[in-house]
């Protein structure tokens, strides 16, 4: 299958600090990209979809201007979580969809940032 | 084992027997789903997929079943070993629209 890099795959930081975390397809093209948040034992919860080029689009409730997200090139988006507060704490999933060969609707996914807020 | 519902259940079964876990999904218009297998602090694996038209799929002892009449999804795991112990989720989809998530179920082998 696809590979899908993240990182960092933890990340402790300071309350109003900005966190970049990045999401690359390392053997594929990826004109779509997508962010998750995870609470603890719970599903997956989609935030936005990053798209090559344009802005990306954002899940109802999800601010924006606090988590940005750029998509510069067909293997890397990143998503920046500004001004991070404790509640920002959570842990962030990237993934993207390989195009490729028939399946082209499975996701593979990256490991998973920790994201701590003190 | 089998699990039922949409909370997040936990289903117990010993190392060899079979394993079922149940997804209930919520459209209709779905016409594609994936089960993925969730490792404590990693991000989604893929596992097997199905589409619509079919109502059986088999991969290496997994098996998904589907059942569009009552919206049901199955993932049945032959000889279940300790390295299945994780948390399942079905996942659906329309076309190529976004990707929607079940609740998940978390399977522990004992051994």
């Known amino acids: 299958g696809a590979v899908v890099s993240q990182h960092p795959s933890r990340v402790i930081c300071k309350s109003g600090t900005s966190v970049k975390i990045e999401c690359r397809s390392l053997d594929f093209q990826a004109t779509t990209m997508f962010w998750y948040r995870q609470f603890p034992k719970k599903s997956l919860m989609l935030m936005a979809t990053s798209n090559e080029g344009s802005k990306a689009t954002y899940e109802q409730g999800v601010e924006k201007d606090k988590f940005l997200i750029n998509h510069a090139s067909l293997t890397l988006s990143t998503l920046t979580v500004t001004s991070a507060h404790p509640e920002d704490s959570s842990f962030y999933i990237c993934?993207?969809?390989?195009?490729?060969?028939?399946?082209?609707?499975?996701?593979?996914f990256g490991a998973g940032t920790r994201l701590s807020v003190l | 084992g089998e699990s039922v519902g949409l909370h997040l259940p936990t289903l117990s079964v010993q190392e060899g027997d079979n394993s079922i876990i149940n997804c209930a999904y919520s459209n209709s218009a779905s016409d594609y789903f994936i089960w993925y297998k969730q490792e404590s602090g990693k991000g989604p694996q893929f596992i097997i997929d199905i589409r619509s038209n079919m109502d059986k799929r088999q991969g290496q002892r997994v098996t998904v079943l589907l059942n569009k009449t009552v919206k049901h999804l199955s993932l049945q795991i032959a000889a279940t070993q300790p390295g299945d112990s994780a948390v399942y989720f079905c996942?659906?989809?329309?076309?190529?629209?976004?990707?929607?998530f079940g609740i998940g179920t978390k399977l522990q082998v004992i051994p």
């Open positions: 996942a659906e989809t329309q076309g190529y629209q976004k990707v929607t």
């Open positions: 993934s993207a969809r390989d195009l490729r060969g028939e399946a082209k609707n499975i996701q593979y």
